[in-house]
């Protein structure tokens, strides 16, 4: 492997390193807090999700996260990645 190969392997895991300490992945794990440590929580989102696949929309429409969003004072990327964890761990039934 040549000196750049390595440089560049280097850098890759250093930018990867830093990254994963940004205070974006901080905020995202202090997003999901709420919901894994209150299991009630995740619950009540699970049946605000039947209910809106009884209505033949999908939970993670666009109007459906616009909603999450405006529940919880998220913005919509927030609203997205908190229903995306509750629907994957806690309600697999919904769509």
């Given amino acids: 492997m040549s000196s750049l190969q390595n440089l560049t392997i ?3 895991a250093a930018v990867s390193s830093l990254l994963a300490t940004t205070p974006v992945s901080l905020a995202q794990s202090s997003l999901l807090e709420s919901v894994k440590r209150n299991p009630g929580e ?5 049946q605000q999700f039947k209910s809106i696949n009884a209505r033949g929309e999908s939970a993670l429409s666009n109007r459906s996260i616009a909603v999450i969003a405006g529940q919880r004072n998220l913005n919509t990327t927030e609203a997205e990645i908190v229903a995306t964890y509750v629907i994957g761990l806690n309600c697999p039934d919904v769509r």
């Fill in 10 to 12: 280097s850098a890759v």
């Fill in 42 to 46: 995740a619950q009540a989102l699970c």
